[in-house]
């Protein structure tokens, strides 16, 4: 099992053309909050990426209530492709929830966890 924390205002995945990824203000942003998250993954793991099935639980903390939930779920797992594990394709179960906070506790808490070819978590 894997555990980290992504500090700051979690960043929902934006659709965009080569052209839009380098004039869309949101495009550049949520780039930066893709390369973040892959970095901070890079720090935590010990070995190469998963192979078999993962399931993965995100935790975002938000100030607000304009937030889009799968956008944000689909961001983090897509930085998390062939750092975490070899492809997002792997992700077998997912659970993703907002939580209101304060602006300045604003985070995402990440687990990820390998699952059996049923679907238990493995040991």
Same mark, same amino acid.
Request: aromatic content about 8%.
């Given at each position: 099992?894997?555990e980290?924390?992504?500090p700051?205002? %979690?960043v %929902?995945?934006?659709?965009?053309?080569?052209?839009?990824?380098?004039?869309n203000?949101?495009?550049?942003?949520?780039?930066?909050?893709?390369?973040?998250?892959?970095?901070? *993954?890079?720090?935590?793991?010990?070995?190469?990426?998963?192979?078999?099935?993962?399931?993965?639980? /995100?935790?975002?903390?938000?100030?607000?209530?304009? *937030?889009?939930?799968?956008? /944000?779920?689909?961001?983090?797992?897509? *930085? /998390?492709?062939?750092?975490?594990y070899?492809?997002?394709?792997?992700?077998?179960?997912?659970?993703?929830?907002?939580?209101?906070?304060?602006?300045?506790?604003?985070r995402?808490?990440?687990?990820?966890?390998?699952?059996?070819? /049923?679907?238990?978590?493995?040991?």
């Amino acid at each position: 099992m894997l555990e980290f924390t992504i500090p700051g205002k %979690p960043v %929902p995945a934006v659709r965009m053309t080569q052209k839009s990824m380098y004039k869309n203000k949101y495009a550049q942003r949520y780039l930066a909050y893709k390369k973040q998250v892959g970095w901070i *993954a890079k720090q935590h793991m010990k070995d190469k990426p998963i192979e078999g099935h993962v399931g993965v639980k /995100l935790t975002h903390y938000i100030h607000g209530n304009r *937030a889009d939930i799968d956008n /944000l779920f689909k961001g983090v797992t897509d *930085a /998390l492709n062939k750092i975490v594990y070899k492809d997002d394709r792997q992700v077998k179960q997912m659970e993703s929830r907002i939580i209101p906070c304060e602006k300045e506790e604003q985070r995402t808490k990440i687990v990820i966890y390998e699952l059996d070819q /049923l679907g238990n978590i493995a040991n």
